[in-house]
């Protein structure tokens, strides 16, 4: 659970059945993608995480990865052989 939390995963409900543990909840796929690998590590193999889909949601805190733009693109052939060419600048 804390591995969850410091993912900034949101729980709903979680049950306890004989030696199963089910937390439901929503966590963002950029901080959960690897955590199937984690935890099989975890329980030699037995855990399983399982996802779906639940929708879009913005990110209200912006941890999001984003960047300005820094450079020319380099599918615009006219302005990528300008820059090339020192003929613009940044």
């Known amino acids: 659970m804390s591995d969850?939390?410091?993912m900034?995963?949101?729980f709903y409900e979680s049950d306890i059945i004989e030696y199963e543990v089910i937390v439901k909840g929503l966590i963002?796929?950029?901080?959960s993608k690897n955590y199937n690998l984690i935890l099989a590590s975890y329980t030699e193999?037995?855990?399983?995480?399982?996802?779906?889909l639940f929708g879009y949601k913005k990110?209200?805190?912006?941890?999001?990865?984003?960047?300005?733009?820094?450079k020319v693109d380099p599918l615009n052939k006219k302005l990528y052989l300008m820059h090339k060419?020192?003929?613009i600048r940044d």
């Open 85 to 87: 060419l020192n003929v």
């Open 45 to 52: 193999g037995k855990g399983v995480f399982y996802t779906k």
């Open 28 to 31: 963002t796929v950029d901080t």
């Open 8 to 10: 900034r995963a949101v």
């Open 4 to 6: 969850l939390e410091k």
């Open 59 to 70: 990110d209200l805190l912006n941890l999001g990865n984003s960047r300005k733009k820094t």
